[in-house]
């Protein structure tokens, strides 16, 4: 790939008239429209440019959204090109994203992240939500809209068509009645080799298999270039230790402090407080601590150890957090002049990257221990999109595939290729245990400085939620419980998850509740916030 991420034109694959047809017709329809695209991001892009084209031929506007700036950016570049209209990167941080409404020059295409689905545009025709399933779409401060849904709802008010696009749909635009799904299986000869290297049958602390290192071993002698994929930064998920079990906490968040070797610290993953290493253990006053877990920085020092002569890289969101350092990270990323990229799920935040000969996905189910119902979900979508960033199989590209869940459906639908034996399982669990998009989602807090009022309103707020009328459904209150996170110093918060299976139903209660219980507790003793289909759940 060259390297300003310029794609040439010749390389993106052919629309079928079927599809070029389908979306004139819904363009020329006066009733909104919408479409979930299930397609690699070749066929994304060249669908997408096709569509502008359209839309602009009827003098219509076009809104395309996606989750992070750099993604936006990568876009505007690419549609400018492909189709020779000027596109306006909206961009929420600066003054760009102000035309010059008073001279009348609305642009006809419109590239942003999640509030640009606010832009002033006129007789917007196409909506194109890139990567529909980012929870960065989501905003997380009030008000807490999903640019998902916003989308919908100024389709229907224009009307115009809604295109949902992703390497892999959320199971809400997935299991949408009101979508069209269009699915655009990736190329066979264009897919990998995909092989399962079982963990229990290696030893415990094992970070690279053999089978790996023998890759990586051979890709070296070849010139191919290697990308692990780990999601997890640090040296160690935490330190424990081997005589009483202690493992360092977080006194705010409660939850275990990342390790960092190089930095020589321990670190909060959630709200960034850094501790020393203690030398004994403060529960039994052994020296007996040692590190639990791998993370990327750990990969590095092993692949460093083993290959020494290899250029190593690692790419997470600890090296990318000073722009300097991080642009020359992309660039060398881009340009292949690394021979081993280490990094997380930061790797698929912009562009695609360049294939490379080998994948290794270094622990395919860490991330199914995550205390969220979308764990499996999301572990499918990661491990897509690193399996997307192999050679084919023709090229000689192999994907190794280091697991403890061997049998887990996320990962049995990527050794298949076939996403449905992911989605079917996955949906069927969800109906089983009564989550989204069975139904829809509260998460509720209750936040103030002393503890007894913050438990007691947390608790009264669900018996008041469990109260039904007699001609309102019923909803499944769950908590409270204690927020894992605290909101600030001095501060306590205890949260309820509520269950409910009509959205309008559901916040029409939930406001009702919120007003009574603020007309029971003095304003600034108490706050209630409230989250309305969350996409953040751990």
């Known amino acids: 790939m060259p390297g300003d991420g310029i794609l040439p034109t010749d390389t993106l694959p052919k629309i079928d008239s079927s599809w070029k047809a389908h979306i004139a017709h819904c363009l020329q329809s006066n009733h909104m429209k919408k479409l979930v695209l299930h397609a ?49 990167l909206a961009h929420p941080s600066s003054q760009s994203a102000r035309w010059p409404q008073s001279q009348g020059q609305t642009p006809s295409v419109v590239v942003g992240t999640r509030s640009a689905i606010f832009s002033p545009l006129q007789s917007i025709g196409l909506i194109w939500v890139e990567g529909e399933e980012d929870p960065a779409l989501k905003e997380p401060q009030e008000p807490r809209y999903h640019a998902r849904e916003v989308a919908s709802l ?86 424990v230790c081997r005589d009483c079990g202690w493992v360092p906490r977080c006194e705010s968040c409660i939850v275990p402090l990342t390790y960092y070797r190089e930095a020589g610290r321990l670190t909060c993953r959630y709200c960034g407080k850094a501790d020393r290493l203690p030398d004994l253990c403060p529960s039994c006053r052994t020296p007996h601590i040692s590190p639990v877990g791998g993370g990327t920085e750990r990969v590095e020092t092993e692949v460093r150890r083993v290959f020494p002569q290899a250029k190593v890289a690692r790419l997470d969101g600890d090296t990318l957090r000073h722009p300097a350092s991080a642009h020359a990270l992309w660039e060398g990323a881009r340009s292949g002049v690394w021979d081993v990229l280490i990094g997380t799920q930061a790797l698929f935040s912009r562009e695609p990257l360049p294939r490379c000969g080998l994948v290794g996905i270094l622990q395919a189910d860490s991330g199914l221990h995550v205390s969220d119902f979308r764990a499996a979900e999301r572990t499918y979508h990661l491990l897509i999109d690193a399996t997307n ?14 697991t403890r869940l ?33 139904c829809h989602l509260a998460d509720l807090s209750v936040i103030g400085q002393n503890l007894r009022i913050v438990e007691e309103a947390a608790t009264r707020w669900g018996a008041d939620l469990e109260q039904n009328a007699h001609d309102q459904k019923p909803l499944i209150v769950l908590g409270p419980v204690p927020a894992t996170r605290r909101p600030s110093k001095g501060h306590q918060q205890y949260r309820l998850l509520v269950k409910g299976t009509d959205r309008t139903a559901l916040s029409r209660r939930i406001q009702d509740s919120v007003q009574n ?12 916030l409230v989250d309305i289909d969350p996409v953040e759940n751990g």
């Open 40 to 88: 690699p991001w070749e066929h994304r892009l060249s669908r997408l440019a096709d569509a502008i084209h359209q839309a602009h031929s009827m003098k219509r506007s076009t809104l395309v959204l996606t989750g992070e700036i750099a993604g936006a950016s990568w876009l505007t570049q690419q549609l400018s090109r492909l189709t020779d209209l000027q596109i306006t």
């Open 154 to 239: 100024r389709a229907e008010s224009e009307p115009a068509l809604v295109v949902l696009a992703s390497a892999h749909p959320s199971l809400e635009s997935r299991f949408d009645t009101e979508a069209e799904i269009h699915h655009v299986p990736q190329d066979v000869a264009l897919q990998p080799t995909i092989e399962l290297v079982d963990l229990r049958n290696e030893s415990a602390r094992t970070l690279m298999s053999h089978r790996l290192i023998r890759a990586m071993h051979d890709a070296l002698q070849n010139r191919d270039k290697i990308l692990l994929f780990l999601n997890r930064k640090g040296y160690a998920g935490t330190l």
């Open 389 to 402: 960033l192999a050679c084919p199989a023709s090229a000689g590209g192999r994907v190794i595939v280091q």
């Open 406 to 438: 061997p049998t887990h459906h996320a990962i049995q639908a990527l050794i298949s290729g076939d996403p449905n034996q992911f989605y079917n399982e996955e949906f069927a669990a969800r109906r089983l245990l009564h989550y989204p998009p069975i």
């Open 517 to 528: 219980m603020e007309r029971e507790y003095r304003k600034g003793q108490i706050k209630f």
